[in-house]
């Protein structure tokens, strides 16, 4: 399968999920590429079995949650069609970011199979049962 995990990071926490993604989902029957969404591989995009698109919490702490970075997400091109999971981190309350993120992914064409946020500080022990619940799914 062709895996792609596309991050948009501020601080690095989203970078460093989609690098456990990618980890977690490599492997010798899956082709897996993490790249920013500055640095997008358009032919991988297109090959792709599977992509993962993920960016941090916006917001204030009790209201106003969505997904960071709109603009720079814009970047990914119409994914018509594509499984794709929607992955976030956050540090407090991600209210119901990662549903509107789902939503944004649709309207890009995207059949979302999942949605997440994770808390920044639970990277190392909820990415990989994560990454393994959805390849579970697909199988």
């Given at each position: 399968m062709n895996i792609?995990?596309?991050?948009?990071?501020r601080s690095g926490n989203t970078k460093k999920a989609a690098e456990l993604i990618g980890?977690?989902?490599?492997?010798?029957?899956?082709?897996?590429?993490?790249?920013?969404?500055?640095?997008l591989d358009f032919k991988e995009l297109a090959n792709a079995d599977l992509i993962f698109v993920g960016t941090w919490v916006d917001g204030?702490?009790?209201?106003?949650?969505?997904?960071?970075?709109?603009?720079?997400?814009?970047?990914?091109?119409?994914?018509?069609?594509?499984?794709?999971v929607a992955f976030m981190t956050h540090?407090?309350?991600?209210g119901k970011a990662a549903s509107k993120f789902a939503s944004f992914l649709?309207?890009?064409?995207?059949?979302?199979?999942?949605?997440?946020?994770?808390?920044?500080?639970?990277?190392?022990?909820e990415i990989r049962p994560f990454a393994e619940e959805v390849l579970a799914e697909l199988n």
């Open positions: 792609v995990v596309i991050h948009q990071s980890g977690a989902v490599a492997s010798s029957e899956n082709k897996v590429s993490v790249r920013s969404t500055e640095n204030l702490i009790l209201f106003g949650h969505r997904p960071g970075d709109i603009g720079k997400l814009n970047l990914i091109p119409p994914l018509w069609g594509k499984n794709v540090a407090a309350n991600p649709e309207a890009k064409g995207a059949k979302v199979i999942s949605s997440r946020s994770i808390n920044r500080r639970k990277l190392e022990s």
